[in-house]
Protein backbone atom coordinates (compact mmCIF):
# COMPACT_ATOMS: atom_id res chain seq x y z
CA UNK A 1 0.00 0.00 0.00
CA UNK A 2 1.37 3.49 -0.93
CA UNK A 3 1.65 5.22 1.90
CA UNK A 4 1.54 9.91 1.45
CA UNK A 5 3.29 12.70 3.26
CA UNK A 6 1.39 15.51 3.22
CA UNK A 7 2.94 18.87 2.70
CA UNK A 8 1.69 21.49 4.24
CA UNK A 9 2.39 25.39 4.68
CA UNK A 10 2.67 25.91 8.42
CA UNK A 11 2.38 29.78 7.98
CA UNK A 12 -0.62 29.60 6.08
CA UNK A 13 -2.13 25.96 6.94
CA UNK A 14 -2.65 25.91 3.28
CA UNK A 15 -2.41 22.17 1.66
CA UNK A 16 0.45 21.82 -0.76
CA UNK A 17 1.17 18.33 -2.27
CA UNK A 18 1.27 14.69 -1.54
CA UNK A 19 4.76 13.01 -1.71
CA UNK A 20 5.33 9.01 -1.57
CA UNK A 21 6.68 7.69 1.07
CA UNK A 22 9.50 5.53 0.54
CA UNK A 23 8.35 1.65 1.33
CA UNK A 24 10.54 -0.66 3.87
CA UNK A 25 10.67 -2.93 1.86
CA UNK A 26 12.39 -1.11 -0.82
CA UNK A 27 15.60 -0.38 1.50
CA UNK A 28 17.06 -3.49 0.75
CA UNK A 29 17.32 -1.78 -2.92
CA UNK A 30 18.42 0.95 -1.90
CA UNK A 31 21.59 -0.44 -0.60
CA UNK A 32 21.67 -2.60 -2.93
CA UNK A 33 21.55 0.00 -5.69
CA UNK A 34 23.98 2.53 -3.83
CA UNK A 35 26.45 -0.18 -3.91
CA UNK A 36 26.51 -1.28 -7.25
CA UNK A 37 26.76 2.66 -7.83
CA UNK A 38 29.78 3.05 -5.40
CA UNK A 39 31.83 0.35 -7.68
CA UNK A 40 31.75 3.17 -10.24
CA UNK A 41 31.59 6.69 -8.73
CA UNK A 42 34.41 5.70 -5.95
CA UNK A 43 36.88 4.66 -9.08
CA UNK A 44 36.42 7.94 -10.52
CA UNK A 45 39.28 11.25 -9.89
CA UNK A 46 38.07 13.14 -7.25
CA UNK A 47 38.30 16.34 -9.97
CA UNK A 48 35.52 14.04 -12.11
CA UNK A 49 33.26 13.86 -9.23
CA UNK A 50 33.83 17.77 -8.45
CA UNK A 51 32.28 18.25 -11.95
CA UNK A 52 28.73 17.39 -10.50
CA UNK A 53 29.17 18.93 -7.75
CA UNK A 54 29.99 22.44 -9.76
CA UNK A 55 26.66 21.20 -11.77
CA UNK A 56 24.57 21.02 -8.80
CA UNK A 57 25.44 24.49 -7.80
CA UNK A 58 24.62 26.25 -11.21
CA UNK A 59 21.35 24.10 -10.88
CA UNK A 60 20.64 25.88 -7.60
CA UNK A 61 22.01 29.36 -8.45
CA UNK A 62 19.60 29.45 -11.88
CA UNK A 63 16.85 27.99 -9.17
CA UNK A 64 17.39 30.09 -6.30
CA UNK A 65 14.46 32.03 -5.87
CA UNK A 66 12.21 28.76 -6.86
CA UNK A 67 14.39 26.87 -4.50
CA UNK A 68 13.76 29.68 -1.41
CA UNK A 69 9.90 29.22 -2.39
CA UNK A 70 9.73 25.55 -2.03
CA UNK A 71 11.94 26.10 1.77
CA UNK A 72 9.20 29.04 2.91
CA UNK A 73 6.11 26.73 1.97
CA UNK A 74 7.62 23.87 3.73
CA UNK A 75 9.23 25.93 7.08
CA UNK A 76 6.77 29.09 7.42
CA UNK A 77 10.05 30.81 7.45
CA UNK A 78 10.71 33.94 6.41
CA UNK A 79 11.82 34.24 2.54
CA UNK A 80 15.47 36.39 3.67
CA UNK A 81 16.39 33.53 5.85
CA UNK A 82 15.89 30.68 3.40
CA UNK A 83 18.22 32.68 1.38
CA UNK A 84 20.58 33.53 3.84
CA UNK A 85 20.62 30.95 6.10
CA UNK A 86 19.49 27.94 4.42
CA UNK A 87 20.48 28.25 0.59
CA UNK A 88 23.83 30.63 1.11
CA UNK A 89 25.58 28.27 3.18
CA UNK A 90 24.76 25.07 1.15
CA UNK A 91 26.63 26.89 -2.34
CA UNK A 92 28.93 28.15 -0.02
CA UNK A 93 29.99 25.16 1.02
CA UNK A 94 29.67 23.53 -2.36
CA UNK A 95 32.68 25.85 -3.40
CA UNK A 96 34.65 25.50 -0.93
CA UNK A 97 34.69 21.67 -1.36
CA UNK A 98 35.06 22.18 -4.81
CA UNK A 99 38.10 23.77 -4.18
CA UNK A 100 39.76 22.50 -1.54
CA UNK A 101 38.94 19.02 -1.51
CA UNK A 102 41.56 17.77 -4.25
CA UNK A 103 43.95 18.71 -1.91
CA UNK A 104 42.42 18.06 1.18
CA UNK A 105 41.76 14.19 0.08
CA UNK A 106 44.68 13.34 -1.42
CA UNK A 107 47.56 11.78 -0.58
CA UNK A 108 50.02 13.11 1.74
CA UNK A 109 53.48 12.49 2.68
CA UNK A 110 54.77 12.00 6.69
CA UNK A 111 57.81 11.80 7.88
CA UNK A 112 59.80 8.57 8.64
CA UNK A 113 61.36 7.95 11.79
CA UNK A 114 65.12 7.10 11.95
CA UNK A 115 64.40 4.15 13.20
CA UNK A 116 62.36 2.83 9.79
CA UNK A 117 65.50 4.06 8.10
CA UNK A 118 64.47 3.47 3.67
CA UNK A 119 61.20 3.64 4.18
CA UNK A 120 58.11 6.42 3.10
CA UNK A 121 55.50 6.87 4.63
CA UNK A 122 51.77 8.72 3.54
CA UNK A 123 48.10 8.87 4.17
CA UNK A 124 45.59 7.83 1.99
CA UNK A 125 41.62 8.44 2.03
CA UNK A 126 39.44 5.78 0.71
CA UNK A 127 35.88 5.96 0.58
CA UNK A 128 34.05 4.20 3.22
CA UNK A 129 30.93 3.20 0.85
CA UNK A 130 27.62 4.08 1.68
CA UNK A 131 26.89 6.81 3.57
CA UNK A 132 23.14 7.42 5.16
CA UNK A 133 22.17 10.92 5.95
CA UNK A 134 19.54 11.29 7.79
CA UNK A 135 18.32 15.33 7.98
CA UNK A 136 15.93 17.67 10.05
CA UNK A 137 13.57 20.17 9.18
CA UNK A 138 14.92 23.68 10.57
CA UNK A 139 17.23 23.71 7.67
CA UNK A 140 16.05 21.59 5.72
CA UNK A 141 18.44 22.27 2.44
CA UNK A 142 22.08 22.63 4.15
CA UNK A 143 21.57 20.38 6.70
CA UNK A 144 20.76 17.56 3.80
CA UNK A 145 22.63 18.74 1.12
CA UNK A 146 26.32 20.05 3.02
CA UNK A 147 27.07 16.01 4.72
CA UNK A 148 25.49 14.83 1.13
CA UNK A 149 28.12 16.63 -1.06
CA UNK A 150 30.86 16.20 2.04
CA UNK A 151 30.08 12.42 1.49
CA UNK A 152 29.97 12.19 -2.33
CA UNK A 153 33.08 14.33 -2.93
CA UNK A 154 35.02 11.44 -0.80
CA UNK A 155 33.95 8.72 -3.03
CA UNK A 156 30.86 7.07 -1.10
CA UNK A 157 26.90 6.62 -2.45
CA UNK A 158 24.61 8.70 -0.78
CA UNK A 159 21.06 7.73 0.76
CA UNK A 160 19.11 10.62 2.37
CA UNK A 161 16.69 10.57 4.27
CA UNK A 162 15.36 14.19 4.51
CA UNK A 163 12.56 15.01 7.33
CA UNK A 164 9.14 14.14 6.98
CA UNK A 165 7.96 17.43 8.76
CA UNK A 166 9.65 19.15 5.32
CA UNK A 167 8.72 16.61 2.80
CA UNK A 168 8.47 19.45 -0.39
CA UNK A 169 12.15 20.41 0.19
CA UNK A 170 12.94 16.88 0.29
CA UNK A 171 11.62 16.01 -2.77
CA UNK A 172 13.04 19.20 -4.26
CA UNK A 173 16.42 18.10 -3.25
CA UNK A 174 15.78 15.23 -5.56
CA UNK A 175 14.75 16.89 -8.23
CA UNK A 176 18.06 18.97 -8.26
CA UNK A 177 20.65 15.82 -7.54
CA UNK A 178 18.86 15.05 -11.07
CA UNK A 179 19.26 17.63 -13.04
CA UNK A 180 22.48 18.60 -11.78
CA UNK A 181 23.01 14.64 -13.58
CA UNK A 182 24.32 12.52 -10.67
CA UNK A 183 24.91 9.32 -12.14
CA UNK A 184 22.29 6.66 -11.58
CA UNK A 185 21.91 5.56 -7.88
CA UNK A 186 24.96 7.57 -6.86
CA UNK A 187 22.52 9.76 -4.51
CA UNK A 188 19.32 8.36 -3.62
CA UNK A 189 16.85 10.10 -1.64
CA UNK A 190 14.53 8.17 0.47
CA UNK A 191 11.17 10.03 1.94
CA UNK A 192 9.53 8.88 5.27
CA UNK A 193 9.66 9.33 8.98
CA UNK A 194 10.98 7.79 11.87
CA UNK A 195 9.94 3.95 10.76
CA UNK A 196 11.76 4.42 7.33
CA UNK A 197 14.81 6.50 8.94
CA UNK A 198 15.06 2.91 11.15
CA UNK A 199 15.14 0.60 8.80
CA UNK A 200 17.57 2.49 7.00
CA UNK A 201 19.82 2.69 10.08
CA UNK A 202 18.91 -1.11 10.22
CA UNK A 203 20.47 -1.40 6.84
CA UNK A 204 24.11 -1.52 7.06
CA UNK A 205 25.27 1.46 6.08
CA UNK A 206 29.13 2.04 6.15
CA UNK A 207 28.89 5.21 7.86
CA UNK A 208 26.00 7.35 9.57
CA UNK A 209 25.51 11.22 9.34
CA UNK A 210 22.48 12.37 11.46
CA UNK A 211 20.92 15.68 12.44
CA UNK A 212 18.31 15.73 14.84
CA UNK A 213 17.26 15.03 18.60
CA UNK A 214 19.30 14.03 21.22
CA UNK A 215 16.46 11.53 21.99
CA UNK A 216 16.73 10.03 18.30
CA UNK A 217 20.43 10.69 18.29
CA UNK A 218 21.42 8.35 20.90
CA UNK A 219 18.55 5.47 19.41
CA UNK A 220 20.69 5.31 16.34
CA UNK A 221 24.16 5.32 18.03
CA UNK A 222 23.10 2.23 19.84
CA UNK A 223 21.91 0.67 16.81
CA UNK A 224 24.99 1.87 14.96
CA UNK A 225 26.98 0.66 18.09
CA UNK A 226 26.25 -2.91 17.91
CA UNK A 227 27.04 -2.99 14.86
CA UNK A 228 30.12 -0.74 14.79
CA UNK A 229 28.78 1.59 12.21
CA UNK A 230 30.88 4.80 12.46
CA UNK A 231 28.55 8.02 13.51
CA UNK A 232 28.46 11.70 13.64
CA UNK A 233 25.75 13.03 15.32
CA UNK A 234 24.82 16.85 15.42
CA UNK A 235 22.18 17.18 18.03
CA UNK A 236 20.86 20.02 20.09
CA UNK A 237 22.28 23.07 21.82
CA UNK A 238 21.37 25.58 24.74
CA UNK A 239 23.49 28.47 23.86
CA UNK A 240 24.44 30.77 26.12
CA UNK A 241 25.00 34.19 25.07
CA UNK A 242 27.03 36.79 27.68
CA UNK A 243 27.18 40.23 27.76
CA UNK A 244 29.48 41.89 29.88
CA UNK A 245 28.81 45.82 30.94
CA UNK A 246 32.12 46.88 29.06
CA UNK A 247 30.03 45.61 25.48
CA UNK A 248 28.67 47.73 22.73
CA UNK A 249 25.40 47.28 24.32
CA UNK A 250 23.80 48.75 20.84
CA UNK A 251 25.29 46.02 19.42
CA UNK A 252 24.96 43.02 21.54
CA UNK A 253 21.13 43.89 22.04
CA UNK A 254 20.18 43.71 18.54
CA UNK A 255 22.99 40.58 18.19
CA UNK A 256 21.04 38.28 21.21
CA UNK A 257 17.40 39.25 19.36
CA UNK A 258 18.61 38.31 16.33
CA UNK A 259 20.42 35.12 17.72
CA UNK A 260 17.24 34.01 19.83
CA UNK A 261 14.48 35.12 17.36
CA UNK A 262 16.21 34.58 13.57
CA UNK A 263 13.96 31.29 12.10
CA UNK A 264 11.46 31.81 15.57
CA UNK A 265 14.27 30.36 17.41
CA UNK A 266 13.90 26.40 15.53
CA UNK A 267 17.83 26.66 15.48
CA UNK A 268 20.39 24.29 17.28
CA UNK A 269 22.79 27.31 18.24
CA UNK A 270 19.66 29.68 18.71
CA UNK A 271 21.25 31.91 21.92
CA UNK A 272 18.83 30.46 24.74
CA UNK A 273 20.22 31.52 27.45
CA UNK A 274 21.79 35.56 27.93
CA UNK A 275 23.72 36.44 30.41
CA UNK A 276 23.98 39.99 31.22
CA UNK A 277 26.37 41.70 34.09
CA UNK A 278 24.27 42.99 36.88
CA UNK A 279 24.94 46.19 36.40
CA UNK A 280 23.64 46.68 33.09
CA UNK A 281 20.60 44.02 33.40
CA UNK A 282 17.61 46.55 33.38
CA UNK A 283 19.36 48.74 30.50
CA UNK A 284 20.22 45.86 28.44
CA UNK A 285 16.17 44.08 29.20
CA UNK A 286 14.94 47.69 28.29
CA UNK A 287 17.09 47.58 24.91
CA UNK A 288 16.23 43.90 24.03
CA UNK A 289 12.45 44.83 24.32
CA UNK A 290 12.64 47.65 22.15
CA UNK A 291 14.41 46.01 19.57
CA UNK A 292 12.36 42.77 19.57
CA UNK A 293 8.55 44.71 19.57
CA UNK A 294 10.34 46.61 16.25
CA UNK A 295 10.39 43.16 14.69
CA UNK A 296 7.39 42.12 11.82
CA UNK A 297 5.81 38.56 12.00
CA UNK A 298 4.53 37.56 8.74
CA UNK A 299 5.83 35.18 5.02
CA UNK A 300 6.74 38.15 3.21
CA UNK A 301 10.08 39.62 2.14
CA UNK A 302 9.85 42.00 4.36
CA UNK A 303 9.13 39.86 7.31
CA UNK A 304 11.70 39.39 10.33
CA UNK A 305 10.27 36.59 12.09
CA UNK A 306 7.74 33.56 10.26
CA UNK A 307 6.23 30.89 11.40
CA UNK A 308 7.01 27.90 13.64
CA UNK A 309 7.74 24.51 11.52
CA UNK A 310 6.55 21.87 13.67
CA UNK A 311 3.11 21.66 15.28
CA UNK A 312 4.69 19.42 18.96
CA UNK A 313 7.49 22.29 18.52
CA UNK A 314 5.12 24.54 19.57
CA UNK A 315 3.52 23.00 21.95
CA UNK A 316 7.06 22.38 23.84
CA UNK A 317 7.90 25.79 23.66
CA UNK A 318 4.29 26.71 25.09
CA UNK A 319 5.14 24.32 27.98
CA UNK A 320 8.17 25.63 28.90
CA UNK A 321 6.86 29.14 28.74
CA UNK A 322 4.40 28.23 30.99
CA UNK A 323 6.54 25.95 33.31
CA UNK A 324 8.86 29.22 34.02
CA UNK A 325 5.30 31.47 34.75
CA UNK A 326 4.28 29.50 37.15
CA UNK A 327 7.41 29.16 38.86
CA UNK A 328 7.68 32.66 39.01
CA UNK A 329 9.49 33.74 35.92
CA UNK A 330 8.07 37.68 34.52
CA UNK A 331 7.10 38.13 30.93
CA UNK A 332 8.79 40.77 29.99
CA UNK A 333 7.43 40.77 26.29
CA UNK A 334 5.32 38.51 24.48
CA UNK A 335 1.54 36.92 25.10
CA UNK A 336 0.94 35.29 27.82
CA UNK A 337 0.70 31.37 26.80
CA UNK A 338 -2.81 30.60 27.36
CA UNK A 339 -3.81 33.66 25.18
CA UNK A 340 -1.67 32.09 22.31
CA UNK A 341 -3.87 31.44 19.02
CA UNK A 342 -3.88 28.22 16.74
CA UNK A 343 -1.83 29.49 14.62
CA UNK A 344 1.64 28.48 14.40
CA UNK A 345 3.18 31.72 14.87
CA UNK A 346 4.57 32.70 17.70
CA UNK A 347 5.01 36.42 18.99
CA UNK A 348 8.60 36.82 20.18
CA UNK A 349 8.94 36.12 24.14
CA UNK A 350 11.09 37.75 26.82
CA UNK A 351 11.62 36.46 30.32
CA UNK A 352 13.03 37.98 33.44
CA UNK A 353 13.60 36.42 37.03
CA UNK A 354 14.27 33.09 36.02
CA UNK A 355 16.40 30.41 38.05
CA UNK A 356 18.05 27.39 37.06
CA UNK A 357 15.29 24.95 37.98
CA UNK A 358 12.79 26.04 35.21
CA UNK A 359 12.91 24.27 31.61
CA UNK A 360 13.45 27.09 29.68
CA UNK A 361 16.74 27.45 31.51
CA UNK A 362 17.67 24.00 31.21
CA UNK A 363 15.83 22.42 28.48
CA UNK A 364 16.52 22.93 24.53
CA UNK A 365 13.41 25.28 24.00
CA UNK A 366 14.03 25.72 19.91
CA UNK A 367 11.44 28.21 19.55
CA UNK A 368 11.51 32.18 19.94
CA UNK A 369 11.86 32.59 23.65
CA UNK A 370 15.18 35.12 25.45
CA UNK A 371 15.14 34.44 29.13
CA UNK A 372 17.83 36.81 30.65
CA UNK A 373 19.74 35.77 33.60
CA UNK A 374 21.73 38.39 35.40
CA UNK A 375 25.38 37.65 36.39
CA UNK A 376 27.61 39.20 38.60
CA UNK A 377 31.22 37.57 37.93
CA UNK A 378 33.38 36.34 35.13
CA UNK A 379 33.70 33.41 37.03
CA UNK A 380 30.30 33.04 37.95
CA UNK A 381 29.26 33.53 34.03
CA UNK A 382 31.66 30.67 33.08
CA UNK A 383 30.19 28.19 35.63
CA UNK A 384 26.68 29.03 34.58
CA UNK A 385 27.01 28.93 31.28
CA UNK A 386 29.01 25.48 31.26
CA UNK A 387 26.25 23.85 33.86
CA UNK A 388 24.06 22.58 31.37
CA UNK A 389 23.93 19.29 29.11
CA UNK A 390 24.36 20.94 26.18
CA UNK A 391 27.72 22.23 24.44
CA UNK A 392 27.31 23.61 20.98
CA UNK A 393 28.10 26.99 20.33
CA UNK A 394 27.94 30.32 22.92
CA UNK A 395 28.90 34.14 22.93
CA UNK A 396 30.96 36.42 24.74
CA UNK A 397 30.19 40.76 24.19
CA UNK A 398 32.64 42.78 25.44
CA UNK A 399 35.13 45.43 24.10
CA UNK A 400 37.78 43.92 26.17
CA UNK A 401 39.04 41.38 23.68
CA UNK A 402 42.03 39.63 26.06
CA UNK A 403 38.75 38.94 28.80
CA UNK A 404 36.83 37.43 25.86
CA UNK A 405 39.43 35.28 24.11
CA UNK A 406 39.43 33.92 27.85
CA UNK A 407 35.94 33.49 28.54
CA UNK A 408 35.81 31.57 24.99
CA UNK A 409 38.49 29.81 26.12
CA UNK A 410 37.37 28.39 29.29
CA UNK A 411 33.78 27.21 27.42
CA UNK A 412 32.46 23.94 26.96
CA UNK A 413 31.05 24.41 23.53
CA UNK A 414 31.85 23.71 19.87
CA UNK A 415 32.08 26.82 18.38
CA UNK A 416 32.51 30.40 20.64
CA UNK A 417 31.63 33.63 18.62
CA UNK A 418 33.05 36.40 20.15
CA UNK A 419 31.03 40.31 19.81
CA UNK A 420 28.95 38.13 17.07
CA UNK A 421 26.59 35.49 17.16
CA UNK A 422 25.86 32.11 15.19
CA UNK A 423 28.07 32.98 12.04
CA UNK A 424 30.68 30.42 13.20
CA UNK A 425 28.40 28.00 10.98
CA UNK A 426 28.73 29.79 8.09
CA UNK A 427 32.28 29.68 7.51
CA UNK A 428 32.97 26.52 5.95
CA UNK A 429 37.06 26.63 6.92
CA UNK A 430 35.78 26.16 10.84
CA UNK A 431 34.67 22.37 12.17
CA UNK A 432 31.20 22.73 13.32
CA UNK A 433 29.97 20.16 16.13
CA UNK A 434 29.29 20.12 19.46
CA UNK A 435 30.41 18.59 23.25
CA UNK A 436 28.58 16.76 25.49
CA UNK A 437 24.85 16.45 24.22
CA UNK A 438 25.14 18.43 21.48
CA UNK A 439 26.90 15.69 19.44
CA UNK A 440 29.75 13.49 18.56
CA UNK A 441 32.02 14.64 15.95
CA UNK A 442 32.95 17.29 13.26
CA UNK A 443 31.59 18.45 9.66
CA UNK A 444 32.19 21.28 7.49
CA UNK A 445 36.10 22.01 7.49
CA UNK A 446 38.88 19.63 6.34
CA UNK A 447 37.24 17.28 8.64
CA UNK A 448 34.32 17.33 7.14
CA UNK A 449 35.51 15.50 4.32
CA UNK A 450 38.08 13.02 5.91
CA UNK A 451 35.31 11.70 8.59
CA UNK A 452 33.11 10.00 5.45
CA UNK A 453 36.49 8.59 4.15
CA UNK A 454 38.87 5.59 5.80
CA UNK A 455 42.32 6.84 6.71
CA UNK A 456 44.55 4.51 5.36
CA UNK A 457 48.41 4.75 6.76
CA UNK A 458 51.08 3.31 4.09
CA UNK A 459 54.79 2.45 4.51
CA UNK A 460 56.41 1.77 1.45
CA UNK A 461 59.65 -0.04 1.06
CA UNK A 462 61.46 -0.58 -1.83
CA UNK A 463 62.42 -4.19 -1.28
CA UNK A 464 66.06 -4.33 -2.36
CA UNK A 465 66.92 -5.84 1.89
CA UNK A 466 66.49 -9.41 2.09
CA UNK A 467 65.62 -8.88 5.91
CA UNK A 468 64.97 -6.35 8.46
CA UNK A 469 66.78 -5.97 11.90
CA UNK A 470 63.54 -6.83 14.01
CA UNK A 471 62.54 -9.78 12.02
CA UNK A 472 63.68 -13.42 13.09
CA UNK A 473 65.98 -14.67 13.90
CA UNK A 474 66.35 -12.56 17.54
CA UNK A 475 69.19 -15.07 18.68
CA UNK A 476 72.22 -12.81 19.58
CA UNK A 477 70.10 -9.46 19.23
CA UNK A 478 68.46 -8.46 22.60
CA UNK A 479 71.78 -6.65 23.90
CA UNK A 480 72.15 -4.81 20.41
CA UNK A 481 68.39 -3.45 20.73
CA UNK A 482 69.20 -2.15 23.84
CA UNK A 483 71.94 -0.42 23.11
CA UNK A 484 70.49 0.47 19.60
CA UNK A 485 67.30 2.11 21.86
CA UNK A 486 69.34 4.01 24.67
CA UNK A 487 71.12 5.63 22.57
CA UNK A 488 68.46 6.93 19.92
CA UNK A 489 65.59 7.83 23.27
CA UNK A 490 68.24 9.29 25.13
CA UNK A 491 67.47 13.14 25.56
CA UNK A 492 71.22 13.78 24.24
CA UNK A 493 71.53 10.60 21.59
CA UNK A 494 74.71 8.70 21.51
CA UNK A 495 74.74 8.87 17.36
CA UNK A 496 78.21 6.46 17.61
CA UNK A 497 76.51 4.28 20.18
CA UNK A 498 73.57 4.19 17.71
CA UNK A 499 75.40 3.18 14.63
CA UNK A 500 77.63 0.99 15.94
CA UNK A 501 74.15 -1.48 17.34
CA UNK A 502 72.44 -0.76 14.22
CA UNK A 503 75.32 -2.27 11.54
CA UNK A 504 75.75 -4.83 15.00
CA UNK A 505 71.98 -5.75 14.36
CA UNK A 506 72.40 -5.35 10.23
CA UNK A 507 74.95 -8.20 10.50
CA UNK A 508 72.78 -10.80 12.42
P1 LIG B 1 12.99 16.61 15.40
O1 LIG B 1 12.09 16.26 16.55
O2 LIG B 1 13.81 17.80 15.63
O3 LIG B 1 12.35 16.47 14.06
P2 LIG B 1 14.05 13.98 15.19
O4 LIG B 1 15.27 13.48 15.83
O5 LIG B 1 12.74 13.41 15.60
O6 LIG B 1 14.13 15.52 15.39
O7 LIG B 1 14.13 13.84 13.61
C1 LIG B 1 15.29 14.06 12.85
C2 LIG B 1 15.35 13.05 11.73
O8 LIG B 1 15.47 11.75 12.27
C3 LIG B 1 14.11 13.03 10.85
O9 LIG B 1 14.50 12.82 9.51
C4 LIG B 1 13.33 11.83 11.38
O10 LIG B 1 12.47 11.24 10.45
C5 LIG B 1 14.46 10.89 11.72
N1 LIG B 1 14.15 9.87 12.73
C6 LIG B 1 13.29 9.96 13.78
N2 LIG B 1 13.31 8.83 14.52
C7 LIG B 1 14.20 7.99 13.93
C8 LIG B 1 14.68 6.67 14.22
N3 LIG B 1 14.25 5.97 15.26
N4 LIG B 1 15.61 6.15 13.39
C9 LIG B 1 16.09 6.82 12.34
N5 LIG B 1 15.66 8.07 12.01
C10 LIG B 1 14.75 8.66 12.79
Known amino acids: MMTLLQAVNPATGEYMEDIEETKIEEVEL????????????STLAISERLIYLKKLKSVMVENMDRLAQVIVQDTGKVPTEALVADIMPTL????????HAE???SPKRVKTPLLLIGKKSYVEYMPRGVVLVISPWNYPLQLAVVPVISALAGGNTVILKPSEVTPLVGKYIEEIFQKAGFPKDVIQVAHGGKEVGAALTAGNPDYIFFTGSVCTGKIIQEVAAKKLIPTTLELGGKDPLIVFKDANLKRAAKGAVWGAFTNSGQVCMSAERIYVEESIYDDFLNMVKI??????????KDSDIGSMTFPKQKEIVKQHVKDALEKGAVLVSGTPPDKWDDSMFIQPVILANLNQDMEVVCEETFGPVMPIIPFKTEEEVIKLANESNYGLNASVWTSDLK????????????AVTINEVLVSVANHYLPFGGTKDSGIGRYHSEEGLRIFCHEKAIILDRGKLNKEIQWYPYKGKYLAFLQLFQSYFRERKKWIRFLQSYLKLLRK
Open 403 to 414: KARRVASRLVSG
Open 103 to 105: KIL
Open 30 to 41: YYHQARTSFEKW
Open 291 to 300: ETEKLIQGTD
Open 92 to 99: DAITTIVK
